[in-house]
Every structure is written in C-alpha cells, then in structure tokens.
C-alpha cells in the first residue's frame, strides 16, 4: 500500500488577541491508500482543523505535508487546488448543498470546476444517481429531501471526480440513527472498494467502521 | 459553465425577488438615463454630418477689437470676397457670398408662403453637395434663378413641374426655378434654407448693399469657403489672416483679423470671447455627458452597496464551492456572469424607457431624436457599455464574495467584521454627494434663470405684436395702417421699426459729440423708429420727451437709452448734437430729445447696450409693432387687425409675432438645461434612495434580533425608529457637508458666464439639505417602522 498521506511534526498556531493558540500541535500522521481512518476526541480537540488541513482548505503553520509525495506546505495555492480538484472529496455534517441548484446539478458542480466535458459529465453523474438510487430525485432542490437523502446526496458529490480521499466532517451528526446506519455502511462499502476514507466523529459506533482510529487532545494526538 | 453561472444566477433573481427589483430597475434607470444621455450627445455631434466635404467647408469670420475688447463674428464686408478671390483664390474649391438667412414671401399663382432662404453665389450647390431631383445642378447662372428645395416646391407647385416655373418674390420681382434640390436634413446647419436665389440679385436690390462694394467698414454679409484638398484650415487662416488690415489703411485700428471656423465648430464651438474660442454647446456636451457617467455609477454602486451587504447570505455558497474544488478565479467569473445577466436584464428593461421616454425627453431637449433600431454603432456600443456595466458593477462584489476563507464561512461561525460596512457606507456618502449636488446645482440654474426672467425689460411685451414687413408692399403705408388700427378698435398704438424689439440688427460707429474723448471707439446699436415709438412699447421716458409730430425738426432728432448716456460720458443731454464725422456728405447732425430707461434688447443675462432710436424719416421700416387694445380678448383683436391686414395687402399672408414669447426664446437654451438636470437629479436621487432603502431592509433583517431584545427591555417604536434611521443620517449629513462645496465651486464657476447673475444664497443648501434628510427619512422609516412594529416574539423565536 502506497502512502497517500504524510504529515510529520505539523501544528497550526492563530494568534488571537496578542496570545498565540496551538490548534494543532506536532501531529506525526501516515494514511495509507485504503486506510478508513476515524478521528476521534471531544469537540475541540482539533478534529476539523486536521480535516481542513489535510483537505487543503487550511494550512498547517509548520512541519511537513506531503500528499502523494507532493509537499503540499511548499506549493502555491494554484496548484494545491488543482491536486485537491484531482484527489480529495468532502463530505459535511450539514450536508453543504447548494440551495439553488438541483441535485443532479450539485452533484454536477465539482465536475465543472474540473473542466469535465459536457458529455462525460452526464455519464459521470448518471452513474452516481443510479449507484445512491437517486435518479428519481435528480430534479428536486436539496429543501425538498430529507437529511439522510441530502448527505447521500453530499456523498455523491464528493465522489463523482473519483477522488482517491474522502474527508467527511460528522457525517451522520444531522441524522438520525438509522440514517446514520446507512451511510456508514455506504462508506464502508465505499472503502471496501478502495477509496480512502477519514473521517471526524464522536460516536464509537461510526468509529467502528473504520480501520484505524485517532484520538486527538487539545490538538494533540494522544495514541495511535 | 457559463451556462451553470446563469442558471444559478436566474435561480438567486426570483428567489430574492425584491432584492432583485431594486437592483434590477436601480440599473435600468440609470442606464435609461445614459442611453437617452448618449444619444442627444451623438445628435448634437452629428451635426452637419450629412457633407462628406465636411472638413473642408468653413465660413469666414473677423476679429475686431473696439476699445480694447475683442469682438469675433461672421459678419465680413463685401470687398473681401474681391481681396480673397484675387490674391488667396488658389487655396479655395468655392467662395460663396451670402446674405443672412432671412424669410421672403414667395408666390406662385394663388399660393403666397413664407420661406426662408438666402441669396448665394453660384458654386453653393455643389460646396452644399445639393441633391438635385429636378432641373440643373449648375443653373444658378443669372440674377433672376432660383434654386428651391423640395418642401418649397411641393407647398408652391404641389405636383406640377416647377422646373421653368416663374415665381414671384417678395410680392415684387419674378424669379424663374431652375433647379429643385432635396431639403437639407434637420442636423444641417442650412437646414432652413428653403431656397437659394442669385446673389447678383441681392446686389441690385438695395441701395446700400450696391454702394457697399467697396466699404471695408461695413460688415453686413456672411461668405462662405470650400478650401483646397492640399490644404488646411490653419493654413489658409495664416494666410488670410491680415487681409483686411493690408487692404485697408482706416480699419487698422480695430485691428480686424479674418479667419477661417471649421464647420466642426459651428454649432458645437462658436462662442468666443475676446478673440479666443471658449467652446459653445459643447460644454453642455461635456455637462450632460458628465452627469450621464454619474447616473449610472449611482446605479453602480446599488449594486455594489447591496450584493456586499448580502454576502453574509452568500458565504455559505462560496465556502462550499470551494470545498469541492472551486478556485477562485471561477468564483469571480460567477459572479460576474451574475452581474451581467442583471444588467443585461436592465438593459432590455432600459431600451423599453428609453422607448416609452424618448417623445417626453425630445420635447424636453427640444430634439428629434429616433431610436437607433438598425444602426450597428448603436448596438455594438450598448454592447460594450453593458460589459462596462457589468464590470464596474459586478468585480468589486465578486472579489470580495470570493474571498471568503471556506473553513470559517463553513463552520457556520461567519460574521462579517465591524468594518466591513465601511466601504458600503462611503459608496452611500459618495452617491447622496452627488443628489446633494446634482440638486443645488438644479436650483442654481432655476434661480439664475428666475433671476433673469423678472429682470426688468424697460417696455411692456405683454399685449404687444410685430408683424414683419419686408415687402415692398408696405413702403409709405405705415402712417394709414395706423389709423385704420387705431380705428378698428383693436389696437391702442402702432409704430414701425428698423428691426425686431428683441433683437439688435444694426451697430453703428462714426460719431463726434462735443466731451467725447481722445480715440474712443463709439459702437452703438442702432434702430430706427416711427412716432408712437415709445408710447407703442410702453417705454419710460427718464428726461426730455418722445417723438413728436407736433416737432417737425424731429426727422433729425435721436433718443438714446440710459446707457448710451453714461456711456458718452455726457450730463444735461437734453438738446446736444451727435454728429457724423464722415468728411464728404455728412448726414444732418442728430439733436438729442430724450432719453428712456434702459430696454433688453439682446441677452437678459448681459448689460443692456449703448443704443440710438433715431427717427426713420425714409421709410425704412422692417417692423410693424402694434400695441393690443387690452379691453379686448388678443382673439378678437388679432382677427380684426387681421382683416384690416387683408383689406391693404390682399396678396400678403397675415404674419405676425407676440413680442413676449419672442423674448421668452432668449431664455431657451438655458431652460433646456435646467430641465433635463432637473429630470437626472429626479432620477439619481431615485436611484439613490433605490439604494437606501435596499440597505435598510438588510440592516433590519441583520439587526431583527438586537430589536427585539430592545423592545422586551421597553423601547418604544419611535426608540427603536430614531435607532435605525440614525446610521443613515449620519452619512447623509456627510454628504452635504462633502457635496455642498463642490456643488458652490461649480455653480460659481457656471454663474461666471452670465455678467447678470444671481447669488447663490444660503436658502439654496437649507432647501437641498432638508430635501436629503426628508428624502432619507422617508425612504428609511418605512424599514424601520416596519421592524420596530414586528412582534418581538416572533423575532427572537425565529433567531
């Protein structure tokens, strides 16, 4: 198994109001392709922050980052968006669709930033209907489904650009149990068919889907 | 993508519907205005446009300088066109001499009609490039052809043939049609000249034009030039420029420079003061120009104020977007598709004013303006004002929506700062500056205008007619005219003069009086009058007395006006003599009987001139001015001096003027401008307010939970009403305080050109700033009212 993820000695520091304040603090963390991880810990103990910062969406203010042996803390943010177009999808605990447009289209979006060509995109996007059984929801506004049917939908459109990671932040928080149930079987199947997988949670159960767990403490790992 | 880009753009309009409205008709009226804006400055720029030799028609034009002032007009004297022709002939396609534009009767059978025209040389038709539909191009050879446009032909001729036609001029003299040439358009500078008759003609018809061959003194004709392909304006202006001086030994005081306008600057550029080219109507170009930009940079900036201040509703779109793989130039170009789909939206709102507004805003600019459907410039031009548009509206709101950090924004923690309204709030200063302006300068103008309008005339118009009397038909009737008016009972008075009561056609120099001083240069205006003269226009006699049949020696005797007396420098006028200081065949010396209170007779914006009323013992007479008998209705009067008219001069059509609203035209041209500004402030202040109001909906949205916890603690609604309207306040007092100066500084400065002119008085900014306060307040209150009324329950509940 090749390594996907590589994080050694990172920490993310903000200043606010003169103190600076650790967020994270000399996390060592290896993912390895088909690794389900889950990240545990109380709320802010720095889970989403790792998410963020493994996804790209926030930098860690030192140590080293490489993702598929790019160091991600020396690129510019160009080209950081254009690997994380390529590989990364995120799921949400609100789920983050976008009101406006339906779900085919939301599912769609990722696609056009990509560049996808028009008839591609179609296929793609097809396919993942079919695969969430939610063809016949394709023209409905995400106001018009329930949690559950919108975190599908989320998923879907995390994984039409076939990302080779997954980052989903609590998602089953929003749902109810058996909701939760579904989805997170839906990822361990996902997983099962190679795509790698972090996720941040704090119920044990979900945790149990996955491979490895992560206890984080005041942005610290605590055992691993 | 872009398609993606307008879907969701589409979606965000009719999910925000009043959100949209506001941004929406913000936009189209201002680009509304614009486009109405832009198309009377290309009509007034496409002047005379219809001459492909354009660039090298001119009409030439004198300096001369009177007692250190210099004056420039296009009156020229007659041996010029021998100087020019002989000596600097080989810089000119055509030279064509030309008498003033003027209306003559012409006659044809039954049908007798004014028109007016001129007299011209022949070469006119092709330095005009005359259409001709019927007859020779080149016919007008002798002095009895007569070149006539199409209307004149159809309203003399209808459907028969003209061409060899005799018609007959001024009730008079027999002029045989030669050639018919399609009217010059509106945009013309020669657009009223309805027929073109032999200058050799014009020459042997009076007198003094006769005897003005050789008078380099007298300036009473206008020529026209075509000049050569190898050569330029400039050029021949250097050369020509002294022509008159070498020439002419006893003009060289006045030091008369001759120069070639370029057709360009006819009607755009005339003006001139002492000796230099100040502009024209291409200030007003430049204003109104001015004033368009502004407009819509109001509207811009509605739409800037409120897609910023719904950012906070956006963020959450931006933090996804770029969760899944959006970078940020993408996002900028959502955002701008965004913009230019609503002003794209705006502009087809914006053609449909522009349609339902063009008759009004014709009337208004006194225009005939149509709407440029076929013309590719118009719409190729819209096309780029709408990416403009879209740009100045839409990059500041997409840069800073798209720079949202995803993390914070997703977290569901976002808040925009304290200061980001900072910028919202100095685009609403900057807007009300501008209404704040835009109204003092409105009330300026109104002023100036009011100001000049009860300026005192000296005369009575009112109740007072002038019928022109060019035909020969009326030399020696005047006398019985008058007693068969007088008669009818319609009028109370009657007398004749050399020229119309508001306008000055003569100046004259060459006078000696005793005191007058070493080398004064003397110009006066000059106009000669019939008895009854004063009592006809209700003139006040100030010393000495009126013309008097009582006086025989009155035929050489001249009233001056107040002025004139000043300006001779003399006391005790009363019985002195003004004499002529030519030395061969002096004219009579003129005895002083009275002197009247100043009368306007040219611009009510400048000093009344220095003026003689000398007494018209030939017969000269251009004007019949006829005093109404006010116990009547004008109605009635007109119709009997009509018929006594009738009875006299059955071939004549009864032509006649009311002296009032001639003198209203003088105030035209400033009307025009004080109401199209006072229409665009109309408009940038709704476009504004648009703006307000957009805002303080968001700002009673933001703030519904801080009311409603305001309101359990016991604030009252006006509280809570005094509490919204307050922020807005603030920047509207801003705005005075910043657009009240700039507003006096060029109001000042606009004030300059007019020699009579009002102050700009303090109860101008009281009103513009009561205006701004009551205008906001209204515009907020309805917001404010509303939130302070809303069951603070409900509030809390929904937070």
Request: hydrophobic share 40%.
């Amino acid at each position: 198994m090749s390594t996907l993820v590589n994080i050694q000695q990172a920490s993310r520091t903000i200043k606010s109001g003169g103190n600076s304040i650790n967020l994270l603090d000399s996390i060592d963390l290896k993912v390895n392709e088909g690794d389900f991880i889950s990240l545990m810990g109380p709320s802010g103990s720095g889970k989403s922050t790792l998410l963020n910062c493994i996804g790209m969406l926030d930098n860690f203010t030192e140590g080293n980052y490489t993702f598929l042996d790019e160091p991600v803390h020396k690129m510019k943010e160009k080209n950081r968006v254009k690997l994380y177009q390529e590989y990364i999808g995120f799921v949400f605990q609100a789920y983050h669709l976008i009101d406006e447009l339906t779900v085919e289209e939301n599912i769609e979006t990722p696609l056009l930033y990509k560049n996808v060509k028009s008839k591609e995109r179609k296929a793609l996007v097809a396919d993942m209907l079919d695969r969430f059984n939610i063809v016949g929801k394709k023209k409905l506004f995400p106001e018009q489904l329930s949690g559950g049917q919108q975190q599908l939908v989320g998923i879907a459109r995390a994984l039409v650009a076939t990302p080779k990671l997954i980052l989903a932040d609590e998602p089953t928080g929003n749902l109810n149990s058996k909701q939760s149930q579904e989805i997170m079987e839906l990822f361990a199947k996902l997983n099962n068919e190679g795509v790698t997988i972090i996720q941040a949670t704090h119920s044990e159960e979900n945790a149990s889907y996955g491979s490895r767990i992560v206890n984080l403490l005041d942005g610290s790992i605590v055992k691993s | 993508m872009f398609k993606n880009y307008l879907k969701i753009a589409w979606r965000n309009l009719l999910k925000n519907k009043v959100y949209s409205l506001i941004n929406i008709a913000g936009l189209a009226i201002g680009m509304t205005a614009t486009i109405l804006i832009a198309l009377w400055i290309f009509d007034e720029l496409d002047r005379d446009n219809n001459f492909d030799n354009k660039a090298t028609i001119a009409q030439v034009y004198q300096h001369q300088t009177i007692n250190g002032r210099t004056g420039t007009g296009p009156a020229i004297p007659r041996p010029l066109e021998f100087a020019l022709r002989k000596d600097y002939g080989d810089n000119f396609k055509h030279l064509i001499m030309s008498s003033w534009n003027q209306s003559r009767y012409l006659q044809f059978g039954d049908i007798n009609l004014s028109f007016s025209g001129n007299f011209m040389q022949q070469g006119v038709a092709d330095m005009l490039q005359l259409n001709i539909v019927k007859g020779d191009k080149d016919g007008l050879k002798d002095k009895s052809s007569i070149l006539i446009s199409e209307s004149t032909a159809k309203a003399l001729f209808n459907k028969q043939n003209p061409i060899g036609k005799i018609v007959k001029l001024d009730n008079r003299d027999n002029f045989s049609v030669v050639a018919v040439y399609e009217d010059l358009p509106e945009s013309s500078s020669f657009s009223d000249t309805r027929f073109i008759a032999h200058w050799d003609f014009y020459l042997a018809s009076q007198g003094w034009i006769e005897n003005s061959k050789t008078r380099w003194g007298n300036n009473s004709f206008q020529m026209f030039a075509q000049i050569n392909d190898n050569t330029t304006m400039e050029g021949v202006t250097a050369k020509i420029i002294d022509v008159k001086k070498k020439a002419s030994p006893n003009e060289v005081e006045f030091n008369p420079q001759i120069f070639l306008l370029p057709m360009k600057d006819w009607y755009l550029r005339s003006n001139f003061e002492n000796g230099v080219q100040t502009g024209g109507r291409i200030e007003n170009v430049w204003l109104f120009g001015i004033i368009g930009a502004f407009v819509l940079l109001l509207a811009c900036i509605n739409f800037v104020n409120l897609s910023t201040a719904r950012s906070e509703k956006r963020a959450l779109e931006v933090g996804i977007r770029k969760s899944i793989g959006s970078k940020r130039g993408q996002l900028v170009s959502q955002f701008l598709s965004e913009s230019f789909l609503i002003v794209v939206l705006a502009f087809v709102v914006a053609v449909g004013l522009t349609l339902l507004f063009l008759n009004g805003f014709n009337e208004l600019a006194m225009k005939e303006i149509t709407f440029p459907w076929l013309k590719g410039k118009f719409w190729l031009a819209s096309f780029v004002f709408i990416i403009i548009t879209s740009v100045l509206a839409g990059s500041y709101p997409a840069l800073y929506l798209s720079s949202f950090n995803p993390v914070t924004v997703l977290k569901g923690t976002f808040k925009v700062g304290r200061y980001s309204s900072l910028p919202r709030k100095i685009l609403v200063v900057g807007q009300f500056s501008v209404s704040v302006a835009l109204i003092i300068g409105t009330l300026v103008v109104i002023n100036q205008i009011d100001f000049a309008k009860n300026r005192p005339v000296g005369y009575n118009k009112e109740g007072l007619i002038q019928i022109p009397t060019f035909s020969s038909d009326f030399t020696g009737k005047a006398e019985t005219i008058r007693t068969q008016f007088l008669a009818s009972g319609a009028a109370v008075e009657m007398a004749t003069t050399s020229s119309p009561t508001t306008q000055v056609w003569s100046n004259r120099s060459g006078y000696i009086w005793d005191g007058k001083p070493e080398g004064f240069q003397e110009d006066f205006a000059h106009t000669s009058v019939s008895y009854d003269f004063v009592e006809a226009l209700g003139l006040k006699i100030i010393e000495g007395r009126a013309f008097s049949r009582d006086f025989p020696s009155d035929s050489t005797a001249v009233i001056l006006n107040k002025t004139a007396v000043d300006y001779m420098g003399i006391t005790d006028p009363i019985g002195k003599f003004i004499r002529d200081d030519s030395e061969n065949d002096p004219a009579p010396p003129l005895k002083i009987i009275g002197v009247i209170d100043d009368m306007i007779v040219q611009s009510p914006y400048t000093p009344v001139k220095q003026a003689m009323y000398v007494f018209d013992a030939y017969g000269n007479f251009s004007y019949f001015n006829v005093r109404l008998n006010p116990e009547k209705s004008t109605s009635a009067n007109l119709e009997i001096i009509e018929r006594v008219f009738k009875e006299n001069f059955p071939n004549l059509p009864f032509i006649y003027q009311f002296v009032d609203e001639q003198y209203g035209r003088k105030f035209r041209s400033q009307e025009r401008v004080a109401n199209l500004s006072q229409v665009f402030t109309i408009l940038a202040i709704f476009i504004s307010c648009l703006g307000l109001f957009g805002l303080a909906s968001f700002v009673a949205e933001q703030r519904t939970k801080e009311i409603g916890v305001r309101k359990t603690l016991g604030a009252s609604v006006s509280q809570l009403w005094m509490l919204l309207s307050k922020d807005f306040l603030k920047l509207v007092f801003i705005s005075l305080i910043v657009g009240s100066p700039i507003a006096y500084y060029m109001m000042t400065k606009w004030l300059q050109k007019f020699p009579y002119r009002t102050d700009i008085s303090w109860s101008v900014f009281v009103m513009a700033c009561s205006g701004a306060i009551v205008i906001t307040l209204l515009t907020v209150s309805y917001q404010a009212i509303k939130s302070a009324t809303t069951n603070p329950v409900d509030s809390l509940r929904t937070e």
